[in-house]
Every structure is written in C-alpha cells, then in structure tokens.
C-alpha cells in the first residue's frame, strides 16, 4: 500500500468549483485500488500550532501500489474535469508514503 496525504489550498471564491471537480475524481479513487481514508475540513479552532498556511482541506488516500495511483491520475474521465481544478485549487502540497 502506499499513503497520499494532500494539503489543498483554494483560490478565494473558488470553493463551489472546487467542490464540482471532487464530486467527480473522488468516486473514480476506487476504480484504481484505492480508497479515501480521511477528508478533512478544518476550521480555525483544529490548528493548534503552524508556520504555514492553513489548508482549506486535507485528504487521506491510500493505493495498492504506485502504478494504481498513477493510473488515477490519468484517468479519461478526471481528466475531462481538471480544468475545475486548475480553476479552484491556488496550491498543494503531496506527501506520499508507506505504512511502517
């Protein structure tokens, strides 16, 4: 298994697109041995200490292997849509990982 934590940060306003294109990629993660672990929405009051920007959410995936999650990001479908992610979405930050 390998671990993806994603750090999303929105353009200002931009949060109903944002929520249109994970409507449409989220569902597709099981087509390709994975599985959202966690979805996160913090508000002001889950930071109890940072140096850096606050999220406005954080994803938990895990995939069977790396090819499953290449794969997902290839995906024809995702694809179609990522225009409402390059609209939406100012940053993020990809932390990939493996389970000790």
Avoid at 11 to 20: A, D, L, S, T, Y
Avoid at 21 to 48: H, T
Avoid at 73 to 78: C, G, I, S
Wanted: proline share 3%.
């Amino acid at each position: 298994m390998i671990y993806i934590i994603q750090l999303i940060y929105i353009k200002e306003g931009q949060e109903e697109v944002f929520h249109q294109f994970e409507d449409i990629a989220i569902p597709i993660i099981s087509k390709y041995n994975g599985r959202l672990l966690l979805r996160i929405r913090p508000d002001e009051n889950s930071f109890i200490e940072y140096c850096i920007d606050k999220p406005y959410e954080i994803h938990f995936v895990e995939f069977g292997i790396e090819q499953d999650f290449e794969a997902f990001k290839q995906d024809e479908e995702r694809n179609k849509f990522l225009h409402l992610k390059d609209q939406s979405i100012k940053t993020s930050i990809l932390i990939q990982g493996t389970k000790l």
